[in-house]
């Protein structure tokens, strides 16, 4: 019988998360090519709850900011990490975290993603980032594809509908392995794979109107192609000792609007459809209800001979997920009320809700640890969990963030409760360290970090960093070992 475990274990893994595209700017230096998210703007007057109108690109939009240099790209300067990882790292080290997620910039080793040899420029900067990072106690966490593809791909190929895209990956992930591996332990390939079905540009590099086949069929073929450059990837990584790789993804935890056994039926149905991607990627096959699925909408995706046979030997050894809410699922009432995470759900009247009227669930995220954990009986870690808020730096430059300690805390208190239920949690890490610029809405103002930076959307400011509230408070969680939780 498995032994009781009564709170976090001494070896957890407390950490902090980041992305390239969010964090670097440096987006013209070090030999670096564009990358997809270079192209992202922001747009003050669009309501930001309508997330998808933020992440997706047009064609002609697509060729119009290839050519234009004057908007507003954020995610070109990012917080300029680029020049300051050094500091920042040190100041993330004061928080005493054991694990830092970064991700590392397609186009910044690979510029165009067609070159033969890598970007010796981009292998450095990474180096010197890993190297301070172990130079800490902290041990990186490598996404290697967060988002970020290179734009010759997406002109040439249409991004992951197409096949060739797999070798051009392993072309890339090998590099990273053959480069990283003696110092980096914890190696995940796609960062939320499921975002190509919310947005096949932000997920995959797509432009949907230049696919030939319909929308479903084309999202997961492409989702098919990076499954098997996935588990590609990890089959070569085993000539390395000591590699773990994990599955990541957006994880939606869905209750039934109503008793109704419709409803209940379709917050399955809806879960399934969440889960797919680690039941290819831990199981290592394409399960049943899938099957099904591809049967009643007429998708008809091309699977090569041995794919089957690759996906059963490459399969993962943890899986990671992002948490910030839960949904409702509902069989007759579709309305949304409530924007989330990239997916949209019905308003739970029984949650509050962000400013940005996310629902806020704690209690979810436990429910999320044991289902996934009774599913599929390996270690989890959480990759990502925060709050978006319009923080104040107040005259004394102090963001008294009580809000988002209340957040953090009531989630940690979840997932310690997750662990005496059983589940084997790994890790937990805070998105973000440092304010980075949003995902969704490509803002600034919409600030996650636990550090805050002198930047609004525009780029003013003096990038000065600042520790908030939270930071003190999450430093004192990590060093009684989540003893100290309210």
């Known amino acids: 019988m498995k032994k009781y ?46 997330v998808l109108s933020t992440l997706e690109l047009s064609e002609v939009e697509f060729n119009k900011r290839l050519a234009n240099n004057y908007l507003n790209y954020p995610k070109r300067r990012g917080i300029d990490f680029y020049h300051r990882y050094a500091k920042d790292i040190a100041l993330m080290a004061e928080l005493g975290i054991k694990v830092l997620r970064i991700s590392v910039c397609w186009s910044r080793i690979f510029p165009t993603g067609f070159e033969k040899e890598p970007n010796s420029n981009g292998l450095d900067f990474y180096d010197k980032v890993i190297d301070a990072c172990l130079s800490y106690g902290i041990q990186p966490l490598i996404i290697m594809q967060h988002y970020d593809i290179p734009v010759e791909i997406v002109k040439e190929l249409n991004g992951w509908e197409n096949p060739k895209m797999i070798d051009l990956f392993l072309k890339y992930s090998k590099t990273l392995l053959d480069h990283f591996h003696e110092r980096v332990k914890y190696w995940i390939c796609f ?126 050894d943890f899986i990671g997920f992002s948490y910030y809410m839960s ?78 300690i209340d957040y953090i805390n009531a989630h940690l208190i979840q997932v310690k409760e997750a662990i005496r239920d059983g589940v084997d949690v790994m890790g937990y890490l805070v998105w973000s360290a440092i304010d980075l610029v949003s995902a969704t809405g490509h803002e600034v103002t919409k600030r996650y970090g636990l550090i805050y930076v002198d930047q609004d959307n525009y780029g003013n400011g003096s990038l000065k960093r600042y520790k908030k509230r939270s930071f003190d408070w999450y430093k004192s969680v990590i060093e009684s070992n989540g003893e100290n939780l309210d």
């Open 5 to 50: 475990q009564d709170g976090f274990p001494n070896n957890f893994l407390w950490g902090a998360a980041t992305s390239s595209s969010q964090t670097e700017g440096g987006f013209d230096e070090g030999g670096k090519g564009i990358s997809t998210m270079d192209l992202m703007v922001y747009e003050e007057n669009i309501d930001r709850n309508k």
């Open 191 to 316: 960062n939320e794979i499921s975002m190509l079905m919310s947005s096949p540009y932000t997920g995959g590099g797509i432009l949907s109107e230049c696919s030939k086949t319909d929308l479903k069929t084309m999202k997961y073929q492409a989702a098919h192609h990076q499954l098997v450059a996935n588990a590609r990837t990890i089959t070569y990584s085993k000539k390395y000792s000591g590699l773990l790789f994990g599955s990541m993804n957006a994880h939606l935890e869905y209750y039934a609007a109503t008793s109704n056994p419709l409803d209940v039926l379709e917050s399955v149905k809806e879960a399934q459809l969440n889960s797919f991607y680690f039941d290819v990627m831990i199981k290592g096959k394409y399960p049943s209800y899938i099957v099904r699925y591809f049967h009643d909408n007429d998708i008809n995706i091309k699977i090569e001979k041995d794919d089957e046979e690759i996906l059963q030997v490459g399969t993962s």
């Open 327 to 404: 949904y409702m699922s509902s069989a007759s009432n579709k309305t949304i009320e409530t924007s989330g995470n990239i997916v949209g759900t019905l308003k739970n009247p029984n949650l509050k809700l962000s400013q940005w009227n996310w629902p806020i669930d704690p209690v979810g995220l436990r429910i999320s640890l044991n289902r996934i954990y009774d599913r599929y009986g390996v270690p989890l870690m959480i990759l990502e969990n925060g709050l978006g808020a319009q923080d104040i730096l107040t005259n004394n430059k102090r963001v008294d963030d009580v809000y988002r």
